[in-house]
């Protein structure tokens, strides 16, 4: 079904236009149909200005591409990440430089895992 959570190398940012030239080469050689973003939202569910500047970005990166891009609450998918590897044993150098990788794929899974009806509402 091409419905698979496999982590890519971290892209280090560079300036905006190289960032949506990078991405939609990978979306592209991926076969990407969706984008799908974590929404950085407080602890009580509210919006602030890191969910706002990602907003605009996945606007500039949804017309770059072509493609649509969803948001999904990505509220504590760094503390699971980092509790996975840090129950994995390996060393805090090793562990600083997979968090966000492994942070993609518990929020992409999460997305997956839902049901037909909750992918509608998403956030």
Known sequence: ???????L???QRVNIRTDLAE????????????ILMGLPLHMSGDEGR????????A???AEWT???????DERMTTV???????SSGISI??????????SAQILLESFLSQEPDDLETGV
Do not use: I, S
């Not at 079904?1 to 982590?7: E, I, K, R, S, Y």
């Open 93 to 102: 150098a090793k562990r600083a430089k997979a968090v966000d990788q492994l």
């Open 80 to 86: 699971a990440a980092q509790r996975v590897l840090k």
């Open 59 to 61: 606007g500039r990166l």
């Open 9 to 11: 190398p971290t892209l």
């Open 1 to 7: 079904m091409g419905l698979t959570a496999q982590g």
């Open 66 to 72: 072509g493609r649509e891009v969803r948001f999904w």
């Open 50 to 57: 890191q969910a706002q500047y990602t907003r605009e970005f």
């Open 23 to 34: 991405l939609d080469r990978l979306a592209a050689e991926h076969e990407v149909v969706l």
